[in-house]
């Protein structure tokens, strides 16, 4: 029998609430460009075509997962979709565990496996993060819905 994870996280694409927001503003607008357009059957029906595209996207987007974070005895495994690779990080190397907001703006847009600057981001919501720091200075930034639980599943993984 395989052994129990002690956190699991399933992060979805669509399901952030500020973007939930702009695209239905945007499907809002769509909709009443088309009861206010006069010649409907000419250029109303393009913007009742976008309006209903944009929420069925929506829709679909709220069960894509993005990447499962999952924390077993001495790693942390994330898991993205489709062809994403799974990477695994070993909690033997990590130095340094902080629970910091993952960005200062507002809108900060999903990811996994972004390297930039020293720093591996894996992102879809939330606004905090926990910064893992291994032993060669190379930072990982995993954000996370739930913070707390993280943290202290990553710390109780170290402790074993």
């Not at 489709?82 to 909690?91: C, E, R």
């Not at 981001?121 to 913070?147: N, V």
Request: charge should be positive.
């Amino acid at each position: 029998m395989e052994d129990q994870p002690e956190f699991l996280e399933k992060q979805y694409l669509g399901r952030d609430y500020l973007r939930i927001s702009v695209r239905l503003v945007l499907a809002l607008f769509c909709f009443a460009a088309y009861f206010i357009t006069e010649e409907r059957e000419r250029d109303g029906n393009l913007f009742l075509v976008a309006g209903c595209g944009i929420l069925v996207v929506s829709f679909i987007m709220m069960f894509l997962l993005h990447y499962r974070t999952t924390v077993k005895t001495k790693s942390v495994i994330i898991d993205g979709s489709w062809t994403t690779k799974l990477v695994k990080i070993d909690l033997n190397s990590i130095v340094k565990i902080e629970r910091k907001p993952y960005s200062t703006y507002l809108i900060s847009n999903p990811v996994y496996n972004l390297h930039r600057k020293g720093k591996i981001y894996f992102y879809a919501g939330g606004k905090e993060a926990i910064w893992l720091t291994d032993r060669d200075g190379l930072q990982y930034i995993i954000g996370t819905q739930m913070p707390a639980e993280f943290e202290q599943a990553i710390k109780k993984a170290i402790k074993i």
